[in-house]
């Protein structure tokens, strides 16, 4: 998506270096809300799973939203029995907000969460990081509604599913095909910078990050999973139909009207192959023509219903003048947003003020054509008057297209001109705040990750054992293969952990049902 600023802050995805360090590649949050019964099982299953097949280092954080029955306690307990568990809570309920504060606080590379009822299968787990670590995507998620998919669930549940991710389709035209599936990772650099967008703090969560990556151009990557619908859960279904609804529209509307900085979040150039510098292969070409074919069509058809108005009661000249300068206006509009992907206010005015350039040529070839008519024929049929414009405004759609492309909205790659970046990921940017977060075992820890360099450290590798050995078993060194990433967009992988106060401390959600 170009915008008229910053082409982001992130910088070119690279595949983590493997090695050995202390720190966890995977977090993976477990957001809890009076799960005092399936906590521990949860747990442990998850545990014993990542302990025999990831071989990576990793971490389990039970994210404790306000619970009031005995879940701390259990939480707690687990952390002093599992190295590799630690447990937070919050005071405030909502999983979007427990799942923003730990992830923002986290350490690790590679960010997770899953539902306590572990309805997804655990085998889709290390495809759902893997293309994170490799560097190949951003987000990941788990997806119910994919055709190789294995679901169990009642047709209340499937109908609401597929219901909803239709309504994402038509209204916020998302390509992801399952926004409410509890299995999804991040990668923390992606996090960093895409969290402080989103809002919401309940259910919607999810599907907001998933909306503004998509339009940021991050890449999403989808696992189909094996999914058993929880038939004890507690979640409220129409209380979260509603509140997701609430959450389109004004997801919607900041889309819209270009409120949202997401420009903060795009890749830079240079990331996107389609971004390359790339002989005899014009860029977005066929895509601009076909948008502004369709953008020019309802223009014209805009721009004959109001010369028809406009000719009830003035004459020729006027009537065509008044009805080109306000399709003017609209067509200029939707080929910014439409046909060259501009978003946002900036340089609005100036596109304007161009595309009444424009407008001042389309008139002129009109009202030129016009003369000639009125030249050739004193009182012309008011059909041939259409047909004399019709042919008029063909002409000039030529011309507007090459002049909207090469002057009014410049790709300025082709121009050679070097985009200036006007956000960063340091703690003074107005994106983050200052004061370090108080999160127990985060913000203690080291980070190995982060150098003088400001480099990333290589992955921890973890040894797993083939199942088939046993303990009397003698095993040779694990020899482990070193990968080397490239350099990123600005020559480092700088360690930019957000330091952040708790999410909105003063935003009560008393109607979240969980």
């Not at 004193?378 to 297209?401: C, W």
Request: charged content about 20%.
């Amino acid at each position: 998506m170009r915008t008229d600023s910053s082409p982001g802050t992130l910088p070119a995805r690279e595949h983590l270096p493997a090695g050995n360090a202390g720190t966890p590649v995977l977090d993976v949050v477990i957001p809890v809300y009076n799960e005092e019964k399936d906590l521990q099982p949860c747990v442990l299953r998850l545990h014993e799973h990542l302990k025999r097949t990831f071989p990576y280092a990793f971490r389990i954080t039970v994210a404790d939203n306000a619970s009031t029955d005995t879940t701390p306690q259990v939480a707690a307990r687990l952390e002093a029995e599992i190295a590799e568990v630690k447990s937070f809570r919050l005071e405030q309920k909502g999983r979007g907000r427990a799942l923003r504060t730990v992830w923002s606080a986290s350490d690790a590379p590679i960010l997770a969460y899953m539902d306590v009822d572990l309805s997804t299968d655990l085998n889709a787990l290390l495809p759902l990081v893997a293309p994170l670590i490799s560097g190949h995507s951003d987000l990941a998620i788990g997806s119910r509604l994919a055709r190789s998919s294995r679901v169990v669930r009642g047709a209340k549940r499937e109908f609401i599913s597929r219901s909803y991710n239709m309504i994402l389709r038509g209204s916020l035209q998302a390509r992801f095909s399952d926004a409410q599936c509890g299995f999804k990772a991040i990668r923390r650099d992606v996090a960093q910078v895409l969290l402080p967008l989103v809002e919401d703090t309940g259910w919607f969560f999810d599907t907001e990050m998933l909306v503004l990556a998509e339009r940021a151009g991050l890449r999403i990557h989808e696992v189909p999973v094996d999914w058993v619908d929880d038939p004890n859960s507690t979640v409220h279904i129409v209380k979260t139909a509603t509140d997701d609804l609430k959450g389109v529209w004004r997801v919607g509307k900041a889309l819209a009207t270009g409120s949202l900085p997401l420009d903060r979040v795009t890749r830079p150039f240079g990331d996107d192959p389609r971004d390359r510098e790339i002989k005899d292969v014009p860029k977005g070409l066929a895509r601009q023509l076909v948008g502004f074919c369709v953008v020019g069509g309802l223009s014209t058809l805009f721009y004959l219903l109001l010369y028809s108005g406009f000719r009830q009661f003035s004459g020729s000249q006027i009537a065509n003048a008044l009805a080109l300068l306000v399709s003017a206006v609209a067509n200029t509009a939707a080929n910014r947003r439409l046909t060259f992907g501009v978003r946002g206010r900036g340089g609005a005015v100036r596109h304007q003020a161009q595309g009444l350039v424009v407008f001042g040529i389309g008139l002129a070839l009109t009202s030129g054509s016009l003369a000639a008519l009125n030249a050739a024929s004193s009182s012309p049929a008011h059909s041939t008057e259409l047909a004399v414009l019709i042919a008029a405004n063909l002409a000039a759609t030529v011309l507007r297209f090459l002049l909207f492309r090469a002057w009014v909205f410049p790709d300025r790659r082709d121009s050679g001109e070097e985009p200036t970046a006007v956000a960063t990921d340091t703690p003074s940017s107005p994106a983050y705040a200052s004061v370090a977060p108080q999160f127990g075992p985060y913000s203690s820890q080291p980070d190995p990750y982060s150098s003088q360099s400001g480099s990333y450290g290589p992955l921890p590798q973890r040894h797993v054992p083939h199942p088939r050995h046993t303990s009397h078993t003698s095993h040779t060194p694990h020899q482990t293969t070193q990968f080397r990433a490239g350099e990123a967009a600005d020559g480092t992988w700088r360690d930019a952990t957000m330091r952040l106060q708790p999410v909105r401390p003063h935003d009560t959600d008393p109607g979240d049902s969980r």
